[in-house]
């Protein structure tokens, strides 16, 4: 027994403090929990001053990057980049000094590596989804809402799923969309005309009425499914706009970082959870039912039903195979779908406030618009534009480019670098370091587009091509992990302007200024309002119009029963 207890003083002192009896076996117990603890204290001991030579050893490697002026101790330069106009036009002074590549801080140990010039975007871009993946840490958030969908997946998934899902954005799947979205846009034009008296003016929220807008082509597009949101909210739109704020919301707030206090202990979470189940209700529903009609009916029959209507974004992903012939599963097309309700809602929305704001800040630019499709119509008894006619409007095309370059609806992504990137200077972007690719920034580079601040759609004249690099020009991202549904958005966009412009004359509302505020998208802090006023009938034809025919709340054709 002496030799025993003399293994670890400490254990008599233990077992005195404890109250128990010193017996052989409780003192070599107690040795090897004392034991064991010191080894993962010098275990812990030994990660923590690993970290701290990486750190080191990053922070040398990263010495050859410029800073901008200002960083402070302990919050870096966030009190620089805030998510406000201040936060932009800071970005912007820096730009006008730091051209290609800027180191900035968040707080005192998180280095970001921000890029603005496409020369330096490029390796990053270009590489692998292996070599530099999609951050985690900004886009975590939005796991349980979106799941393994094309915008947070990776791998060999996310490879998967990129090759099943470009069909559904072929051109012959996107010409039948054409309705809908001119249907859209005659819903929400019945709706300004009805606040609007004969011949007066009025303000309208641009953000507010082209949102509801893109989420009721989107579900129609998507499901088939009309619920008449622009004219009563549903639950499951209400859902997706809740989903929307809360997730930026929670990026301000350090403490909702940890789930397990943001979903259990704070009232947001719990909201978070209840919109998830909604959204994820309705789509998992669909999904349901039409893959049981289809295994009853079989695909051939299931087809032919499907003639002369529309195929949907959930028959084509019902029906995609990959080259085992295996199929996807309900819960990734379930991901699918909400990924594209999200980004496609959020993303159109923004670049066509944006694009009817400068619209409408400069007549001269929305006259020529004016004029472009006045002509696409003239001779026609209804006013809705084919798939063919979106070539005739090269201008109107331009001014929507220009409006993306100068407010582009994401204004940043994310890369994580795993392994060492060689830029074109000969620098390193260290292993491990986040990468944030400012779309923002490069678009407003004054090494790259002079006078950016200016709003010159003829910037993209393709009659007068200029010598610029292809990722000069990045409002869809570019690369392996490019927008899938770019074609899709644009044609929408495009349908919306041209309506818009025919129908109405836009003015900016002086008494309301915009300030800019990136969140998940460029938005404004109180929205982006408009004067609208009515153009007089263009002639005869205008009796049969498709606005005087737009689908109202009593007779829009439903595939499902509205929600309550």
Not at 82 to 90: C, T, Y
Not at 95 to 109: E, R, Y
Not at 145 to 156: A, E, P, T
Not at 249 to 259: A, F, G, I, N, V
Request: charged residues 25%.
């Amino acid at each position: 027994m002496p030799g025993v207890s003399r293994m670890l003083p400490i254990t008599d002192y233990l077992l005195h403090l404890l109250g128990l009896e010193k017996t052989a076996f409780r003192v070599y117990m107690l040795s090897a929990l004392l034991l064991s603890l010191l080894f993962f204290f010098f275990r812990l001991l030994g990660q923590v001053f690993k970290l701290c030579w990486d750190f080191r050893v990053t922070c040398r490697r990263l010495r050859c990057f410029p800073e901008p002026p200002g960083r402070h101790w302990l919050l870096g330069h966030v009190s620089m980049y805030l998510p406000n106009e201040k936060g932009l036009q800071n970005e912007k002074k820096v730009l006008d000094a730091m051209h290609h590549i800027i180191l900035a801080w968040v707080g005192p140990f998180l280095p970001l590596l921000v890029l603005v010039h496409p020369d330096y975007i490029k390796p990053v871009l270009g590489a692998s989804a292996a070599i530099a993946p999609k951050d985690e840490f900004f886009y975590s958030f939005l796991k349980p809402w979106l799941g393994d969908g094309l915008l947070l997946s990776k791998g060999n998934k996310w490879s998967r799923h990129r090759r099943l899902l470009t069909p559904a954005f072929h051109f012959d799947i996107l010409k039948p969309y054409m309705k809908i979205f001119n249907q859209c846009a005659d819903i929400m034009h019945v709706k300004w005309r009805r606040h609007l008296g004969e011949g007066s003016v009025a303000s309208f929220d641009m953000f507010e009425h082209v949102s509801l807008m893109t989420l009721d082509s989107l579900q129609k597009c998507v499901f088939s499914y009309n619920s008449n949101c622009q004219e009563r909210m549903s639950d499951y739109i209400s859902a997706i706009i809740e989903l929307s704020a809360l997730v930026v919301r929670r990026q301000y707030r350090l403490h909702h970082y940890l789930d397990f206090i943001y979903y259990y202990l704070t009232a947001d979470g719990r909201h978070f959870r209840r919109a998830c189940d909604t959204v994820h209700s309705f789509t998992t529903e669909v999904i349901q039912e039409r893959r049981r009609a289809l295994r009853q009916q079989g695909a051939e029959a299931w087809l032919k039903a499907k003639q002369g209507k529309t195929l949907d974004f959930i028959d084509v992903l019902l029906l995609a195979k990959d080259e085992k012939g295996k199929e996807l599963s309900d819960e990734d097309i379930r991901a699918e779908a909400d990924t594209f309700m999200f980004e496609g809602h959020d993303t159109t929305s923004s670049g066509l406030s944006w694009a009817l704001f400068n619209l409408a800040k400069y007549p001269e630019y929305q006259e020529k618009c004016r004029e472009e499709i006045q002509e696409v119509m003239k001779g026609r008894e209804l006013e809705e534009l084919e798939w063919d006619d979106l070539t005739q409007l090269p201008f109107t095309t331009m001014c929507i480019k220009e409006s993306l370059r100068q407010f582009p609806p994401v204004t940043l992504i994310s890369r994580r670098c795993t392994e060492d990137i060689k830029l074109p200077d000969g620098r390193i972007i260290p292993k491990g370091i986040i990468c944030l690719l400012s779309i923002y920034g490069t678009h407003h580079n004054p090494t790259v587009w002079p006078d950016s601040k200016v709003y010159n759609p003829y910037r993209f004249d393709p009659d007068r091509p200029q010598q610029r690099s292809p990722l000069a020009y990045v409002p869809f991202s570019a690369g392996p992990r490019n927008c899938i549904g770019q074609s899709f958005a644009m044609a929408e966009m495009r349908v919306v302007v041209a309506l818009t412009l025919l129908r109405f004359r836009l003015s900016v509302d002086r008494t309301r200024k915009v300030r800019r505020k990136p969140e998940l998208i460029l938005r404004t802090e109180n929205g982006i309002w408009l004067n609208v006023e009515p153009l007089p009938p263009r002639g005869p034809e205008r009796a049969g119009s498709c606005l005087s025919q737009a689908p109202g709340p009593a007779h829009a054709e439903q595939a499902l029963p509205t929600p309550d």
